[in-house]
């Protein structure tokens, strides 16, 4: 008997016509970023400059370190420099999932930080509530949406998966309960979580909180790219090429992109993520899918898709290939992959057939950067002057405001529960340099895909790879 196909796999079954008139307007640029109420960005730094805490990196990470740190002291002088311009990468770019997980999900918890999970869900839910008073306090309009999550099973052995973690407020639905919520006939149960998820304009995040910060009395510095830091003793110095500033603290908030503190270069890789975004749905097709309510949803492959939509009624479809370009560079063309948004474009029409005509109005890539524990690490440097943060594999929306609370714990020298927690003690697992990363990481692709095809089992590559400490996901 031949086995059943996969719902999702790397051949594309729609037609090809379809497929290239879907994405034939499409435009090559973050949606987010289009937004008209994008903020002029501010002077570069130029000549010298002073202060207590220097923050380079201005997506979230930075950001809310920036305010955060003001809220706390708001005589304490901040510096926030950005190389381009607040929230041009990741941060501008995102799906706009806001998960209250520090972790990257109960399993991945488990397996990296079993120790510490009463106290990391403790602190994952006072931060996700921290993370919606602070854009209620600062009046930032991200918008917001608070409506839970939807994991739905595309394959027959990802529904006990799903079952096995009904519970309080987690609630599994069969294929036809499944219907009330939304329709596709590649959907076998689901699981509705009501908290701990949420969605927001991504761009509008960021931008919101450049104005908060700006109105606490940060200065911010943008198009000043820092290329070398030097420990003098009772500061940092940081150098630009048209500026030197001296800082009795430094954090550190530039996740992906290649650290200043060598120790630190192995400890992420960039990995490329894609989307696309539709234009926005008339009343009659989500009516024939039957997603009215403002929940995002994602699938319960190793290699997912995860979609959600927007408030004019688009919907936004990224994930599934998870691209690591030969020699780990970053590069504005990396965000173009015409086989991949061809690939979605299948993939989302094989998910809701009934929208066959829709159309892509944007198609764009960003960078993640992915550690091997596949949530972000913490730790501090040049005898406990900088502090950094990175690896947040995608997760970052609202974790990266959980990790400027450690940092600046760790800059005060605080011994706190967030300061004892092992991502901020231990690092993680190097990822193998070049030329060694490349084919390394294609073998991985391999072998999630076959975990998907064979129902979820692992092979003995992501097994042993298990046992070293690294996991792995699209």
Known sequence: MRAEAPAYDLDIRTDERRIRAALADAAHTPFWLEDPGRPAPEAPLTGSAETDLLIIGGGYCGLWTALLAKEADPGREVLLVESEEIGWAASGRNGGFVEASLTHGPENGRRHFARDLPVLDALAEENFAGFQQSLDRHGIDAELTVGGALAVATEPHQIDWLRAEAGGDATFYERDELTALVRSPLYRAGLFTKSGAALVHPAKLAWGLKAACLRLGVRIA?????????????????????????????????????????????????????????????????????????????????????????????????????????????????????????????????????????????????????????????????????????????????????????????????????????????????????????????????????????????????????????????
Not at 304 to 329: C, E, M, P, S
Not at 457 to 463: E, K, P, T, V
């Open 222 to 474: 943008e198009h000043t790219p820092i290329t070398r830091l030097t420990d003098e003793g009772s500061t940092v110095r940081a150098a630009t090429s048209a500026a030197t500033i001296r800082a009795k603290q430094v954090v550190l908030a530039t996740n992906g992109f290649p650290s200043l503190l060598r120790r630190n270069r192995l400890l992420t890789i960039p990995i490329y993520d894609y989307v696309l975004m539709t234009e926005p749905l008339t009343a009659a097709q989500l009516d024939e899918i039957g997603w009215h309510e403002p929940f995002g949803i994602s699938d319960t492959s190793r290699q997912f898709h995860y979609y959600r939509k927007t408030v004019d009624n688009r919907i936004l479809w990224g994930g599934y290939d998870a691209v690591y370009h030969r020699g780990g560079a970053i590069r504005a063309e990396y965000d173009q992959r015409p086989e991949t948004f061809a690939r979605l474009a299948d993939h989302f029409l094989r998910t809701f057939p009934q929208l066959g005509d829709v159309r892509f109005t944007h198609a764009w890539g960003g960078m993640i950067d992915m550690s091997a524990q596949l949530a972000a690490f913490q730790g501090v440097a040049m005898s406990g002057k900088v502090a950094y943060s990175s690896g947040f594999t995608g997760l970052g929306v609202a974790a990266t405001r959980f990790a400027a609370t450690v940092m600046l714990d760790l800059l005060a020298g605080a011994d706190t529960p967030r300061t004892r927690l092992r991502m901020a003690t231990r690092r993680p697992r190097p990822i193998p340099p070049e030329p060694f990363a490349y084919p390394a990481v294609q073998v991985i692709r391999r072998a999630i895909a076959d975990s998907d095809r064979n129902g979820g089992r692992d092979g003995l590559i992501l097994r042993a790879a298990g046992l070293l400490g690294f996991s792995f996901d699209s």
